[in-house]
């Protein structure tokens, strides 16, 4: 049986579930209950709905000429390329898809009439200011040396609070960030459950940015929320 949302329940939609009732409900499915998530009920108009998102599927970018895409995206950064076809929308340029390294997918589309030319991309509202690929803390401390042997002029490590930075161009001048975290979440949690879990206990605290005492607390947090404890009581103790 599906539960229906109650009358004081019709516009918040989902977002008036915690994520405990979500978890709880969920819990239906394989135990012979049945699905159990919450639906409209019957006497919701028909109005405006979200179309829901489910993560970045692909981004395509429009390259140069095909080698010097694979010496970039598979040479600097590392991404299989995994396969190529012509453009469906335009047989006259090649479409290389790569694998960032999440299973997701970058692609270029290549003409071999056109040539690699750095260019500072215009960064003005509706177009593209960076794209930032997630690295390792151990990959991310070796990217200065390893940009400098390319002679690749970049920003240099940048403080970010929760993670560390370093900004450079492509060979066509699209701003790249590599980005990596100095956290890793709970199991079972992700890094966005985290930044918004420290984001709260941030505003709370009248800070300006997230820090790294904040996410140390959002950890505590989601960690003691998501595992029960025989303990009865949980609060910091000093046994020294």
């Not at 978890?23 to 108009?45: E, F, I, Y």
């Not at 177009?127 to 940009?147: C, E, K, M, P, T």
């Not at 699209?174 to 941030?202: K, M, N, Q």
Request: hydrophobic share 40%; glycine share 10%.
């Amino acid at each position: 049986m599906w539960p229906v949302l109650g009358e004081d329940q019709k516009d918040q939609g989902l977002c008036g579930w915690s994520w405990e009732g979500i978890k709880a409900h969920v819990g239906g499915l394989g135990n012979g209950s049945g699905p159990m998530w919450p639906v409209l009920g019957a006497d919701r108009a028909i109005s405006m709905r979200k179309i829901q998102s489910q993560g970045v599927h692909h981004i395509t970018l429009v390259g140069a000429d095909r080698q010097t895409s694979i010496d970039f995206w598979d040479g600097v950064l590392g991404m299989p390329f995994v396969f190529e076809q012509p453009n469906l929308d335009n047989p006259n340029e090649g479409h290389l898809y790569f694998d960032p390294g999440d299973g997701r997918l970058i692609t270029i589309f290549t003409d071999e009439t056109r040539t690699a030319k750095m260019t500072h991309l215009p960064q003005n509202p509706g177009q593209v200011h960076h794209i930032a690929f997630a690295v390792s803390q151990a990959s991310f401390w070796q990217a200065v040396d390893r940009l400098d042997q390319r002679k690749v002029k970049h920003s240099g490590p940048k403080d970010r609070g929760f993670m560390d930075s370093i900004y450079f161009r492509d060979p066509l001048g699209l701003l790249i960030e590599l980005a990596s975290y100095r956290f890793e979440p709970p199991a079972g949690a992700t890094h966005t459950d985290v930044l918004t879990a420290a984001h709260h206990i941030r505003v709370a605290a009248g800070a300006a940015t997230i820090d790294q005492n904040h996410i140390a607390d959002a950890i505590e947090q989601i960690a003691q929320a998501k595992a029960q404890s025989l303990s009865p009581d949980r609060s910091a103790k000093n046994p020294f």
